[in-house]
């Protein structure tokens, strides 16, 4: 049995086919795309559990797709990958949503804590 449905959109395949191979080892059911459309199509049908994705993408950034998750799907739970720092990120918000951010590079063991604590609501250490 799936421990959670996890949607990832990157335009970077070689992230897209890491995040696969790592979160179906760990039990999750993985949904890809490199692209926005496909993302909000799964979103507005309420598929996921929660949504990874890059800060920056074609014709989508971080502060953008927040704002459009919330009102399709308010309580979707987000993970953004980036190069950028946290904070960068972070004044680019004008949201107080609960954000989860998990810099790169990052490992195997980051990624699988990250998800299970956003899942599950569980501190991982």
Same mark, same amino acid.
């Given at each position: 049995?799936?421990? %959670?449905?996890?949607?990832?959109?990157?335009? @970077?395949?070689?992230?897209?086919?890491?995040?696969?191979? #790592? +979160?179906? $080892?760990?039990?999750?059911?993985?949904?890809?795309?490199?692209?926005?459309?496909?993302?909000?199509?799964?979103?507005?049908? %309420?598929?996921?559990?929660?949504?990874?994705? @890059?800060?920056?993408?074609?014709?989508?950034?971080?502060? #953008? +797709?927040? $704002?459009?998750?919330?009102?399709?799907?308010?309580?979707?739970?987000?993970?953004?990958?980036?190069?950028?720092?946290?904070?960068?990120?972070?004044?680019?918000?004008?949201? @107080?949503?609960?954000?989860?951010?998990?810099?790169?590079?990052?490992?195997?063991?980051?990624?699988?804590?990250?998800?299970?604590?956003?899942?599950?609501?569980?501190?991982?250490?």
């Amino acid at each position: 049995m799936p421990a %959670g449905s996890i949607l990832v959109a990157d335009d @970077d395949t070689a992230i897209r086919t890491v995040l696969n191979q #790592a +979160l179906s $080892r760990a039990g999750y059911e993985v949904r890809l795309t490199g692209n926005a459309a496909t993302l909000w199509r799964w979103v507005s049908q %309420g598929e996921g559990d929660l949504v990874i994705t @890059d800060v920056v993408m074609p014709n989508m950034d971080g502060p #953008a +797709l927040i $704002r459009e998750v919330r009102e399709i799907h308010p309580d979707m739970k987000v993970i953004f990958i980036s190069g950028y720092t946290e904070d960068a990120f972070r004044q680019r918000l004008d949201s @107080d949503s609960e954000i989860h951010f998990l810099p790169k590079p990052f490992s195997f063991k980051q990624l699988a804590g990250k998800v299970k604590e956003v899942i599950s609501g569980e501190t991982v250490l």
